[in-house]
């Protein structure tokens, strides 16, 4: 007999999808170039020509046999290194290739990070805003999410609501800085009280509570923002990460998990993802890219039109009158609704302006929608007037 | 705190990774010339040299955003839709699109068929001797794995034992022909004896029983051997497919589900996989290596090696005195250990003899040794002398 639960997941469509599926049909009806669409988190800008031609070096000059056997399943040594010593170097820790899990992207390495830490009946703790898709990574391992509310004036951490729900079933914290959807950093001032309140809760309930780290907007920092090594604050830390964003290659499935090594089961845990693996049939990204990436991993896209992007949208969308915090990375923008039912709101943007926004409700924060201004920066001051057309219908 | 569960498992090595690494480190002191590696089956041949084109074409000559982008989660349109075309003009089938879901190869479809059709509590019958992955495959489901023994004269279905083993908690039969480890191809025969079985047992106990067939050897298939497409036999069948040795492809994690269009569900089985997916945080197969298969769907590597050295290999063995069952595909074959305990003679092999085969034990099928010739016929042909030296040890 077919599994109930997932049967009945296949008729709840996603409500971002639903507005991308809109403005592709609309865009069939009357032209890309009518559409104003800021729906979807794709990268806009190229892979570096660099990542191409190690691809190509690889699949031309390579032993096919050697170059497309098995990965060892926690990943190549040399590309576990490879990631080990450009951390180190970028942000002065010391990883060695043996707290280094290969992933398929960040969605690999959260799924691996959580089952490692959590188990059935457990709880996990997020804030929102937060990536919807938290929800099935969470409820994969068995264990219960906890959302602790927005602080929708500033989208750093609500510390009275986190110590509200700190309880001693509360066995990891999972945090996304640089912010899909709000585009906000923590600051170190944020990570500093973060980790402090975790040391404490610790001796507390006397066992380790987890932070993972889901950071792939981590490149994706704007000029003059505080933007803190996360893992350097908090010994139990994972980072996941993808170079999905950073190097334009969300298609490639291909990121880590970094365990601190601080942390004192580091090495364990990453033995246990090798484990892990066996059960979801989920073995190590693919060798090509593995091999390929150690050769690029210090680089990035030129992500300069996100930086731009950013600065026209809110000097103008807050000149227009709309409340936005300013993003300090990302490529989103999560302005507050003109009413407080955000469906309604973005719905009337599609189908009044063609302008597709969409709804805060798909991250727990209700009054607000998301802009993904990864986008050519000609269709951002295309969409100005559209969004001040939008500001004047409702003041 | 972590996962007793996976940790525990972190101390248990495979048996088969324990002869793979005392080969390696042979090797390292007497030269990899020395040494007669049978103990793991990564294919010998290289991939057609029309997949490495393909894959540098695309990288050269495509849009990188594009290239790079998002893959719907159930694949590719186009590519699935290649899948299915291949199967139906191969082997009259009638898929569409539709019932295809693209997957990191052969695990990642097994894992998703089992999370498909099985939940917790449920029984799933597999048969001796069998991939030793299927125990994690099965319990990540939380579903209980029910072996049913082998018929160690044949090596097809030991129907007396299934009919046993059928209860009315079976919700699937997990099959893997042609075989690993016993080389052996499931007959017309055993297939419509099993789907026979099958029809009256779900008329019996009134709910449907699913087949679910691992078939990463389906093109491995030596001369003048009986090798029935099985889904045509059996409406509820879900073929799990791997690109990884019919096109020597292992390491990039490329295959897929292909649900049968005769199972009234088949669809939404698909739409299933996809939601399953954002449970364990395994999105599907990279994009790029999605676009390259589909150009070289119906296309195998130069497969001829494994028909060669299974010939060689069967007649020397049997000349010598080894009870083997030939092999009818892959690129394996699972003779009787010349002493009960197996283990102790693979490692008497590999010790005084630098022969590494290895124990039929992890495949649930003791007395017997696995010896996996994807290797140079020179290697299959001096490790002729050293059976014989073996065998004479022991008789």
New interface residues.
Partial sequence: ???E???D??GKGSVIREFFTYANKKAAEIGAENIFNFSIG??????PQEF?DA??DL??NS???K?????PSLGFDSTRKAVADSLNKRFGMNYTADEIFM???A??????AL?????DGDEVITFAPYFP?YV??V??TGAKLTIVPADIDTFQINFAELEKALNPNV?AILINSPNNPSGIVYSTETIEKLAKLLYAKQEEFG??IYLITDEPYREIVFDGTDSPFISSFYDNSICCYSFSKSL???????GYMAVNPACK?AK??V??A???S??????C?????QLAIEKVLDMTSDLSIYNKNKDILYKELTRIGYHVVEPGGTFYMFPRSLTPDANEFCWKAAKELNLIIVPGDSFNCPGHFRISYCVPTEQVEKAIPLFEKLYNMYK
Avoid: W
Wanted: proline residues 9%; glycine residues 8%.
């Fill in positions: 007999m077919i599994n639960m997932f049967k997941m296949t794709n990268p806009s800008v190229p892979v191409t691809m190509v699949l031309q032993d096919p046999v170059l497309h056997g098995y990965s992933t398929s992207a969605a690999g390495a959260i799924a691996h089952r490692c830490v959590v188990k898709e099935p990574y409820e994969g066995q066992h380790d334009s290659l969300p298609g490639e499935r291909i089961d364990l845990i033995l246990m090798g484990q892990i066996r059960f979801t049939g989920h073995n990204p693919p060798s090509l890219v």
